[in-house]
């Protein structure tokens, strides 16, 4: 199960590179985007649960929408899950962040990341808790930053790095107990 809210050229990767490791029953959005319409170009139920005024009723409203998935994938999804979807999917819900963690958590991270100044960034994929970009990493992987880059630029690096990692991470992931394990 991935949680999109854009582009979708992660969750594209994803979709491309299912093996008998793992599948993707289903794509949920909380916007229409390109990922929902990648979803359904591929043949997966892809569905959008948008965001209204409560919150809380919205994180119930995912966790009914992501349904049976043994794992859920963050993958460019844009909002922050809370605590009504967490009692479900704690510790099996991960996120790829585009920064090395704990470095420049948050919405911006490459932005921040180059206006820092840092030689080095990447990516990063991790659990998902109560806090932004906070839970436990799962596995990294660095990149240089080039003097002539832009946000753009680095964003599209990070972001073939991303591709990877986050199929690596599905292929040595399985399901124990309601807790994700891998070996990775
Ligand atoms: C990725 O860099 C992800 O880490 C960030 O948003 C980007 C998603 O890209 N949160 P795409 O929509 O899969 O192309």
Not at 129 to 141: H, N
Not at 155 to 182: G, M, T, W, Y
Request: contains cysteine.
């Amino acid at each position: 199960m991935v949680l999109v809210s854009g582009t979708g050229s992660l969750l594209q990767n994803i979709i491309d590179n299912q093996d008998n490791s793992y599948r993707v029953i289903k794509v949920v959005a909380d916007k229409p985007c390109p990922g929902i319409e990648r979803a359904q170009d591929a043949g997966i139920p892809a569905e959008v649960v948008p965001l209204g005024a409560d919150r809380a009723q919205w994180n119930k409203d995912l966790v009914e929408a992501v349904g049976a998935a043994d794992i859920v994938v963050s993958a460019g999804f844009m909002k922050i899950l809370g605590a009504e979807f967490l009692a479900s999917f704690e510790g099996r819900t991960i996120n790829t962040h585009p920064a090395l963690l704990p470095s420049f958590p948050g919405a911006h991270g490459v932005r921040d990341a180059l206006a820092y100044g840092v030689k080095v960034t990447g990516s990063t994929v991790h659990f998902v808790d109560a806090g932004v970009d906070t839970g436990r990493i799962i596995a990294q992987r660095a990149i240089t930053i080039e003097p002539e880059d832009d946000e753009a630029s680095l964003h599209e690096r990070i972001k073939s790095v991303e591709r990877e990692l986050i199929v690596q991470v599905l292929r040595a992931a399985h399901v124990q107990d309601q807790q994700l394990i891998i070996e990775i």
